[in-house]
T-cell receptor
Framework: GENVEQHPSTLSVQEGDSAVIKCTYSDSASNYFPWYKQELGKRPQLIIDIRSNVGEKKDQRIAVTLNKTAKHFSLHITETQPEDSAVYFCAASKRDTGRRALTFGSGTRLQVQP | NAGVMQNPRHLVRRRGQEARLRCSPMKGHSHVYWYRQLPEEGLKFMVYLQKENIIDESGMPKERFSAEFPKEGPSILRIQQVVRGDSAAYFC??????????????FGSGTQLSVL
């Protein structure tokens, strides 16, 4: 089955700096890669996603890049703010198939220091 | 749109009792997924269901755990004879299941199960 590795496990940045979180996946057939943000005691919330026919996607301060050949994808947060502090999870799945379930990485705890 | 609704929010059971966790998907969503999250860990897939069908249960323990998504009513995750190791947050997610952009998963607030 799919295996998703995520690094780093913790990340501390100063407010205004950029943060980058990286994930690798094992199944070359995976074609959908969402990112979720989870605040303490709350539900995971989808913040951005990308399909394998796209190399990069941006939404305001958040961007995701995908390298299909290397089987890795990254989340970039620019101009970080204290409210960006949370645990971020990457995930992968094979959409449009019976195996739709997401396989998640182990998470990155991001701390933005004011 | 009320989003994905899970109840109860917190559930306390003694070892050997049964736990029933309920999930109502978002309106218009016919696909439901259950995940388990241990403290400081990621989300582990358990089971994927459509109405009246289990599509993928590869992540669910073969014993004591079962799931259903009936034609009417919420999806139920049932854990029989709970043990302390079952203590975790159980999240439900739903999607429209129609392919393409409609494959996004939206999560409920979870049920925190504590086994004494």
């Amino acid at each position: 089955g799919e295996n998703v590795e995520q690094h780093p496990s913790t990340l501390s940045v100063q407010e205004g700096d950029s943060a980058v979180i990286k994930c690798t996946y094992s199944d070359s057939a995976s074609n959908y890669f969402p990112w979720y943000k989870q605040e303490l005691g709350k539900r995971p919330q989808l913040i951005i996603d990308i399909r394998s026919n796209v190399g990069e996607k941006k939404d305001q301060r958040i961007a995701v890049t995908l390298n299909k050949t290397a089987k890795h994808f990254s989340l970039h947060i620019t101009e970080t703010q204290p409210e960006d502090s949370a645990v971020y999870f990457c995930a992968a799945s094979k959409r449009d198939t019976g195996r739709r379930a997401l396989t998640f990485g182990s998470g990155t705890r991001l701390q933005v220091q004011p | 749109n009320a989003g994905v609704m899970q109840n109860p929010r917190h559930l306390v059971r003694r070892r050997g009792q049964e736990a029933r966790l309920r999930c109502s998907p978002m309106k218009g969503h016919s696909h439901v997924y259950w995940y388990r999250q241990l403290p400081e860990e990621g989300l582990k897939f358990m089971v994927y269901l459509q109405k009246e069908n289990i599509i993928d249960e590869s992540g669910m323990p073969k014993e004591r755990f079962s799931a259903e998504f009936p034609k009417e009513g919420p999806s139920i995750l049932r854990i029989q004879q709970v043990v302390r190791g079952d203590s975790a947050a159980y999240f439900c997610a739903s999607s429209p299941g129609q392919g393409g952009a409609n494959e996004k998963l939206f999560f409920g607030s979870g049920t925190q199960l504590s086994v004494l």
